[in-house]
């Protein structure tokens, strides 16, 4: 970098150019002062090479036009035109493109946003988190559910207060290749690579954290104010934000408004609004008057006109709700706080009481009279669920390089198989407590249909021989030797006793692992072994890469435990058993499935096909449209994925008769 040259300041003063101080300008070269067209640089100006075009539009040369810059590097082949006040204290990194500016700046020293504290889950506060760069849905969880460990709230602010003091500064950044054009005032933004913002309205207080692999895109009329965005995230269409978070590869957009709300990876949320909403991983809202108010949603999908309520209360807006994984509500919904969704529910009507169906996992929760009637495990073998569960890993939309957000994608995982397993013994009990004539049984402010505990509970045993029957065939499939394979039980049945005595396993807003886990994690924060937010982001990814050897030692041991067998004493009777349990339950579960799908090909079905024909143009209209039955993509896969477990479960077996066969011999 060098100073100006005098035939260059004469150039720039002819070209409209003024400066209170020209030595404070440095160049790099080649300098091209005829690329600098009525510009007021202020301050320290630091300018890179101004050669070549716009990455844009080829049309367009770099340089500064028409702009007010004080005290800012500008990198190398940037374009800035027409900027309304001035671009103050920023380093603007090479390839950028800022045109049709209202003004950027940093006002004094700035955090971008971060420690901004947002109220989640409770609206008038006691959850709160702190916005920062680093933030995941795991963090994020522990700080908004674990207050009753005060220690473990003090640990984590002061590991996120020693990131934010790093972010601290005077300056702003705009990262490499950014684009922003036909945007507002924007003030205190840190801007990251390749970042597009158009048309933005205004920013303040922001943290802007793109990457080339995965950019943000901020749109059209969209207001931030105390917002962090991680990669990949859009935020368009007049959206309106304030302390929120939104998180990577998420959606917001058409309209949408949200305040001290966290939206965590693939979250998509359109036309409605939001309020101490925690949004976890892949949980959408599309229809225009749904409301996400006050409570967990994790993997939620919002039905139109979907209500929230907290407002029955008489000290303030205290009570909360949980929306478990994988819950659904139907159109027109109502839900008011204080209560608890169990996993996989869906929610038809409206429900003013307060209620908790997390004991029964996979259910209908539905209103009748004015009362919400729990129909267990019905939601078990229902296309809807089956499709959610594929569907997830498919549309993860992130491309950044190291996705802070870690997520496990099994819809039977032990989390849940615990809860069935619990379900199982107490709708038992509920079956040998009440007698034939009631007709009604009571359960945390639901009411249970007598009528449905026996199909409740042989649904739930049939998800567990297929969960269970399933680890068996893995256990055998990948066994050298039958001392191997007995070897990997004994593992199985030590780990499970492990765990006995804990709450089992935790769905920490994505993350599965057992309970013991995350005590070990907390211990680890009280005593300073985990002492950077880096540390326990590494922590949390060593959680997720060992959880499937450790679901699978808990599914093997708990199989022993449920068919009271012990590892060394395992037979092959015992094994094949399992396995042909397996193929049953699985051939059940497909055929419920095939049932529930053949619905969607109905005569009712085809209602309003076919309108100016008779009834063969109607029928001819909906296969055209809709297809057939025995051709759709859906009905295939079940199809081939029974056959499939049919060849699976012979050559288990075959291998278990050739493991014990060996031992004879």
């Known amino acids: 970098m060098r100073p100006l ?60 036009y028409d702009a007010n810059l004080k005290d800012c590097t500008v990198g190398d082949r940037v374009r800035i035109s027409n900027v309304g006040t001035v ?19 940093v006002a004094g020293q700035t955090t971008f946003g971060c420690g901004t504290i947002v ?10 988190v702190p916005l920062f760069d680093l933030l995941s849905a795991q963090l994020a969880y522990l700080f908004a559910f674990y207050r009753h460990d005060k220690k473990l709230i003090q640990c984590l602010s002061s590991l996120v207060q020693n990131r934010i003091d790093e972010i601290q500064a005077t300056r702003g950044v705009i990262g490499d290749g950014a684009r922003l054009s036909c945007c507002g005032i924007l003030e205190n933004v840190y801007i990251g690579a390749h970042a597009v913002l158009e048309g933005v309205a205004k920013l303040t207080d922001c943290m802007i954290l793109s990457e080339k ?78 409301l996400l108010l006050t409570a967990l949603y994790s993997f ?52 003013s009481g307060f209620f908790d169906t997390s004991a029964f996992p996979f259910s209908y929760l539905m209103e009748e009279d004015g009362a919400s009637i729990l129909l267990p495990a019905v939601n078990l073998f229902t296309v809807g669920t089956t499709r959610d569960a594929d569907k997830w890993q498919k549309r993860d939309r992130r491309k950044c390089d190291k996705p802070l957000d870690l997520i496990h994608f099994d819809a039977f995982n032990p989390n849940t198989i615990t809860r069935i397993l619990h379900a199982v013994d107490r709708l038992t009990r509920y079956l040998d407590e009440t007698g034939a004539s009631e007709q009604r049984v009571a359960h945390r402010g639901v009411i249970i249909p007598r009528a449905r505990l026996h199909n409740a509970r042989d ?104 068919n009271e067998l012990f590892a060394g004493t ?23 499935l095939l049932n529930d799908a053949q619905k969607e090909f109905s005569a009712q079905a085809s209602i309003s096909f076919g309108i100016d024909g008779g009834r063969e143009i109607a029928a001819a209209d909906f296969e055209a449209v809709r297809g057939t039955y025995d051709q759709n993509s859906f009905v295939c896969q079940i199809r081939e994925e029974t056959e499939k477990c049919k060849q699976r479960a012979e050559a288990v077996l075959a291998k278990i008769d050739r493991l014990f066969a060996d031992t004879k011999a």
């Open 459 to 562: 649904s739930y045993e049939l998800a567990l021989k297929r969960y269970f029957g399933q680890m068996v065939c893995l256990l055998v499939e990948t066994a050298n030797s039958l001392d191997d394979l007995r070897g990997e039980f004994a593992h199985a049945e030590a780990f499970v006793t492990a765990l006995s005595g804990t709450a089992g396993w935790i769905d920490l807003c994505g993350l599965l692992l057992p309970q013991g886990s995350v005590d070990s994690i907390v211990r680890d924060l009280h005593d300073g072994t985990i002492a950077t937010v880096a540390e326990l982001t590494a922590r949390f990814s060593d959680e997720y890469a060992g959880y499937s050897a450790r679901a699978s030692l808990w599914a093997s041991g708990q199989w022993l435990k449920r």
């Open 119 to 128: 109220d989640v889950v409770v609206e008038s506060g006691g959850r709160g």
């Open 300 to 351: 939620y999908n919002a039905g139109s006109g979907t209500n929230f309520s907290n407002h029955r209360y008489k000290v303030g807006p205290v009570h909360q709700g949980v929306m478990e994984r994988g819950c659904k509500t139907a159109s027109n919904s109502y839900v008011c706080w204080p209560a608890r969704v169990g996993a996989f529910t869906t929610v038809l009507g409206r429900h």
């Open 5 to 64: 040259a005098e035939d260059e300041i004469s150039v720039l003063k002819q070209q409209g150019c003024t400066s209170q101080d020209w030595m404070r300008i440095r160049v790099a070269d080649p300098f091209l002062p005829e690329r600098i067209v009525r510009a007021t640089l202020g301050g320290e100006i630091v300018l890179g090479t101004l050669d070549g075009y716009c990455r844009q539009d080829q049309a367009l040369p770099c340089g500064i």
């Open 570 to 592: 395992v037979c092959a009777h015992d094994l094949s058993s399992a396995v042909l349990a397996w193929q049953g339950a699985t051939q059940a579960c497909n055929d419920k």
């Open 213 to 290: 692999n995965d950019p943000v895109l901020i749109g059209a009329g969209v207001q931030l104010d105390s917002v962090i965005l991680r990669p990949g995230a859009h935020v368009e269409s007049g959206a309106v934000l304030s302390n929120c978070f939104v998180g990577e590869g998420a959606r917001v957009g058409k309209q949408f408004s949200a305040e001290n709300s966290l939206f965590f990876a693939n979250a998509e949320a359109f036309n409605g609004e939001a309020c101490s909403a925690f949004v976890g991983p892949y949980a959408v809202s599309h229809h225009r008057s749904t």
């Open 87 to 105: 671009i103050q204290g920023y380093d603007i990194g090479g390839d950028a493109c800022l045109e049709h500016i209202g003004g950027l700046q």
